[in-house]
């Protein structure tokens, strides 16, 4: 099986531009989550989707949006961007809810604004 | 809200010596406890989990004990070795959710 894709794999942007990042999760899993991860501040839960619905939401701003298509793929969206975004963005999938069932990574995304 | 505390930060241990990372769980519902590893320029990935149901389970180095009453779960590394340095998290469920710890970094020397 092929593993979970991201694309793209590095990024740089500008203050106050938007940006869209994808992820391919593993074909037959159903639930996508989104983390962002800094230097020395671990993983921080964005947002997890099931079947095209968004289950939890972690404690991020309303600039940080997601979405999941009828294919399980998903796309997050940070809009009017700020150097504090800079990271890399992980996605992971799971056969099911996140919480109870192994999450499969992908490379992440590095964004670097600039 | 729910949280997972991990310690040390950072460990650093002698190549061949063991390793312990401890975490602790608020939720006295939570029944999953996964440790996943980070190596350098990789998304996690997950090394060994344990439910609820069970108080330690072994994969050939590494094995994973759980403390329900006391709500701690810990993972260990035996006769450690170089391909072993990587960042280390834990987690556990809460509402459908898994709760990260904030990781530790071991360091192999060698």
């Known amino acids: 099986k092929a593993g979970v894709t991201q694309t793209p794999r590095y990024l740089i942007k500008t203050r106050g531009q938007q940006v869209t990042l994808s992820c391919s999760p593993i074909?037959?899993?159903?639930?996508v989550s989104w983390y962002q991860q800094t230097p020395g501040q671990g993983l921080q839960f964005l947002f997890e989707?099931?079947?095209?619905?968004?289950?939890n939401k972690g404690n991020f701003p309303g600039r940080f949006s997601g979405r999941q298509f009828s294919n399980s793929r998903s796309e997050m969206n940070v809009s009017t961007l700020e150097l504090g975004d800079s990271a890399l963005y992980l996605c992971?999938?799971?056969?099911?809810?996140?919480?109870?069932?192994?999450?499969?990574f992908g490379p992440g995304t590095r964004l670097t604004v600039l | 809200g729910e949280n997972v505390e991990q310690h040390p930060s950072t460990l650093s241990v002698q190549e061949g010596d063991s390793a312990v990372i401890k975490c602790t769980y608020s939720?006295?519902?939570?029944?999953?406890f996964p440790w996943y590893k980070q190596e350098l320029g990789k998304g996690p990935q997950l090394i060994i989990d344990?439910?609820?149901n069970v108080g330690e389970k072994k994969d050939q180095r590494i094995a994973v004990t759980l403390n329900k009453t006391a709500k701690h779960f810990s993972l260990h590394i035996t006769e450690t070795q170089p391909e072993d340095s990587a960042v280390y998290f834990c987690?556990?469920?809460?509402?459908?959710?898994?709760?990260w710890g904030a990781g530790t970094k071991l360091i192999i020397k060698p």
């Open positions: 992971a999938s799971s056969p099911g809810a996140s919480g109870d069932n192994e999450q499969f």
């Open positions: 987690g556990g469920d809460s509402n459908y959710q898994l709760i």
């Open positions: 989707y099931f079947s095209e619905t968004q289950r």
């Open positions: 344990i439910r609820s």
């Open positions: 074909s037959g899993h159903r639930s």
């Open positions: 939720d006295s519902a939570s029944n999953y």
